[in-house]
């Protein structure tokens, strides 16, 4: 498989591939295993690991400096970016998307003294259940668990869809694979990418790539 390095990789795109077999039922299926991985606090240790918080750094440095006063964070587990997101962006309304009730009570916690002006919903990002746009939206880590190039293609529009006019959207995957990840939304109608940094420099390199919507 272009770009998955190693058989554990290999092994989760193609159990992830399958689920994307199951139309409506994949968001079921993603809801109940995604609950169940969250059984214990932060399971990929977001809130505590270096490259993690490297990753994140990175992606910010990447962004034009803008006043933006709404930001997305689609597949955002138990908030620990989107929190971030509302302490550097004080003037911004932020919201965190997850398919997980469990990882969103624990955002919702963790964002408790932003409540003001951050909330968590939960939606399956495949799945359109509002009309509201953003001036930034954020998709990381999270595209190579909706499996198949069609779902992938569903999630381009979707993620195109939620951006106002002029509106921006990061996308940060583990590189070379998003290439593959990020090749819908490069081909998306109504966007255009306007940036990509490929950090090689760690044990798992990543692309943090930026596309703008139409004004
Ligand atoms: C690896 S975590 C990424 C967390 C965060 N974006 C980050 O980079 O620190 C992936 C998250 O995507 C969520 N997720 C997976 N499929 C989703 C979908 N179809 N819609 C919404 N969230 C989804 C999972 O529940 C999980 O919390």
């Not at 992606?59 to 597949?75: A, C, F, H, K, M």
């Not at 195109?160 to 002029?166: I, T, V």
């Not at 109504?190 to 940094?197: A, V």
Request: proline share 6%; aromatic share 10%.
């Amino acid at each position: 498989m272009a770009g998955v390095r190693n058989i554990p990789e290999i092994m989760h795109r193609t159990l992830f591939r399958t689920v994307s077999l199951l139309g409506r039922g994949q968001s079921v299926v993603l809801g109940r295993y995604f609950d169940w991985w969250h059984r214990t606090p932060d399971p990929w240790k977001l809130a505590t690991d270096e490259y993690e918080h490297y990753k994140y750094r990175t992606t910010l440095e990447q962004l034009p400096d803008r006043p933006y006063r709404s930001i997305l964070d689609v597949g955002c587990s138990e908030g620990v970016f989107t929190c971030m997101l509302a302490e550097n962006y004080p003037e911004a309304r932020v919201t965190g998307l997850d398919i997980s009730a469990r990882a969103l009570e624990r955002a919702r916690a963790r964002g408790r003294h932003l409540a003001d002006r951050l909330s968590f919903a939960r939606a399956d990002l495949l799945i359109p259940t509002h009309n509201d746009t953003y001036d930034l939206v954020f998709c990381a880590e999270t595209l190579y668990y909706l499996g198949r190039e069609e779902r992938l293609r569903l999630a381009a529009a979707r993620l195109g869809g939620l951006l106002a006019p002029g509106g921006l959207l990061v996308a940060v995957h583990p590189w070379p694979e998003a290439r593959r990840l990020h090749g819908h939304l490069d081909s998306a109608p109504g966007m255009s990418k306007i940036s990509e940094h490929v950090d090689e420099g760690t044990h798992r390199p990543f692309a943090v790539s930026i596309y703008q919507a139409e004004s």
